[in-house]
């Protein structure tokens, strides 16, 4: 499954807010995030768009 491209509709420290596709189908939002310190959290979300 090839990666799409989104945008960034606002952000801040603890929220970030994507545009979702165009295109009615099932999706995955893969999430990582790193601290100063090299630790890493993830987080697989998946949606559906009608």
Partial sequence: M?????????ESDELIKIKAPSRSGAYRFYVYV?????????????????
């Avoid at 090839?2 to 606002?10: E, H, Q, R």
Wanted: aromatic residues 20%; glycine residues 0%.
């Fill in 2 to 10: 090839d990666a799409l491209p989104y945008d960034i509709v606002s």
């Fill in 34 to 50: 790193y601290d100063d310190y090299n630790n890493v959290a993830t987080a697989n979300i998946p949606f559906y768009v009608k």
